[in-house]
């Protein structure tokens, strides 16, 4: 598959850290409850619900955050971090995910559009601090010293970072693969046909059809574990 192409954009959502157990947010692995069958949304990942209940938004972060260090990459991410290595063309692993698991899995050219668990935003100052702690007891931000850090995760709502640079790489790229997402939020949701319209080709790898299923040229399905190794063997040997 590789020798057509040279520009790269790969999008990962929940499915790809769903093998290393962190839950996904609408269809678990496991088919166990989902993220959000647990919690609804709007009780606890949007600013309106912040505004309202501060402190079960930072219970509900504050244990995803600890829960996610105790989490490994799984071979899906290890197999995307030695594609960014090996790659000699333009690559972007943007990814929704807020875990920290593409980094740990040793890739570099990351763009997390929707924050990050290992983050803390101050909303005095705008500063965005490493956090590994805790936030329910308030502590001061680092930089600035007020008591208004919330987690560094793009609500529902709010506008995703870095889309300047997604867009770019997007209109550069001649392949668009997406990994383990449902494709049931935008922007992310809207990459692909951004992507077809410059003419990229697009393979989707899932355990199920996304939403947006029949704008990708191909639909591989099964776990990523098992299909992500698979395909960067394809692009860049074993
Ligand atoms: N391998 C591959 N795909 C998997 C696996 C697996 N082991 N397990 C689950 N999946 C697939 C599911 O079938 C589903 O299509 O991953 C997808 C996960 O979808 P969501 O839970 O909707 O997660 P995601 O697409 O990342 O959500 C997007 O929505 O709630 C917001 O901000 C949140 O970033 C998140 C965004």
């Not at 499915?15 to 959000?36: M, Q, V, Y």
Request: aromatic fraction near 8%; include cysteine; charged fraction near 25%.
């Amino acid at each position: 598959m590789a020798g057509q192409f040279r520009n790269i954009v790969i999008l990962t959502g929940a499915g790809i850290s769903a093998e290393s157990g962190i839950d996904t947010f609408r269809s678990g692995a496991d088919g166990g409850p989902s993220l959000w069958e647990q919690h609804r949304v709007e009780d606890v990942a949007t600013p309106e619900a912040f505004a309202r209940d501060p402190d079960l938004v930072h219970r509900f972060y504050d244990m995803r955050r600890a829960a996610i260090q105790t989490k490994v990459p799984n071979p899906a991410h290890d197999a995307l971090a030695r594609l960014d290595a090996q790659w000699s063309g333009e690559l972007l692993i943007v990814t929704q995910n807020v875990d920290d698991l593409h980094e740990r899995a040793g890739a570099r050219r990351v763009v997390h559009m929707h924050g990050e668990h290992l983050k803390a935003l101050c909303e005095a100052c705008g500063v965005r601090s490493d956090w590994r702690g805790a936030l329910i007891d308030r502590p001061p931000c680092p930089v600035c010293q007020a008591r208004a850090l919330r987690p560094d995760v793009v609500w529902f709502g709010e506008m995703p970072y870095r889309m300047g640079e997604i867009y770019a790489a997007l209109r550069k790229a001649d392949l668009f693969v997406s990994i383990g997402t449902s494709g049931a939020v935008y922007p992310a949701a809207g990459f692909v046909r951004d992507a077809r319209q410059v003419g990229a080709a697009t393979l989707e790898l899932n355990l199920e059809r996304s939403e947006g299923s029949g704008w990708f040229h191909e639909t591989r399905l099964g776990p990523a574990s098992a299909l992500v190794p698979a395909w960067v063997e394809e692009m860049v040997g074993l």
